[in-house]
């Protein structure tokens, strides 16, 4: 009897070429060996999403208006209305622009709103679209070598520690996506399930506007 053939499970394996061209959904393209993973035009990238997905649930958000965005849903997510999940995002965002630019707030551990007195939508809004233009100056003025550089600080309880702000820039989008979960969850218990924050989504629609060639 012959042996069985075997299967090259090499053959394959490699993705077709056009899947090659990142730059044809508008994602940098593959880091050749020697480069970093990370980038600043990754997380440029990253970044824009992050904005597009917050304002995408926001405005379901102020489609409800101010009574059902700040009426209590309940003890079972980390915030108790809608419109305090959208406040403890952008004060995190907030926080962290200023503590990257050496002016760390002074705020009470543990207090989500971070120290900001935020009662409408309205006043939210206009405080966030002038922070993502803060956010992308910021983010354009950003070098490779700046990813690597550590940012050191103290606790509230005493503690010190030191992160490189590459990690960081990645921090502040990956914990906007659990809470955008938590919103969605609120928004499906409130009126119904919210569209799609999913990063493939954010592709289709620059696509469809023609942002992506």
Not at 90 to 117: C, K, M, N, Q, S
Not at 139 to 151: M, P, Q, W
Not at 163 to 173: D, E, F, I, S, T
């Amino acid at each position: 009897m012959p042996a069985p053939r075997r299967r090259n499970l090499a053959a394959g394996a490699r993705a077709p070429s056009r899947l090659d061209a990142a730059g044809a959904i508008g994602l940098p393209r593959r880091p050749r060996s020697g480069e970093r993973v990370v980038s600043v035009e990754l997380i440029r990238e990253y970044w824009a999403y992050h904005h597009w997905a917050n304002r995408r649930l926001f405005e379901v958000v102020a489609a409800l208006g101010e009574d059902a965005a700040g009426r209590p849903i309940g003890k079972q997510c980390s915030e108790s209305s809608l419109r305090a999940m959208l406040v403890h995002m952008y004060g995190a965002d907030w926080f962290w622009l200023e503590t990257w630019r050496g002016r760390a707030p002074a705020i009470v551990r543990g207090d989500p709103t971070y120290g900001l007195v935020i009662r409408t939508l309205a006043e939210l809004r206009k405080k966030w679209d002038d922070l993502e233009r803060e956010q992308r100056g910021f983010l354009a003025d950003l070098g490779e070598a700046d990813l690597s550089r550590s940012l050191d600080g103290t606790t509230s309880e005493g503690r010190t520690f030191s992160r490189p702000l590459g990690m960081l820039l990645l921090h502040v989008p990956t914990h906007a996506a659990h809470h955008r979960s938590e919103l969605a969850t609120m928004l499906t218990m409130t009126s119904g399930s919210p569209p799609d924050t999913g990063i493939n989504s954010y592709y289709r629609e620059r696509s469809e506007k023609g942002a992506i060639k």
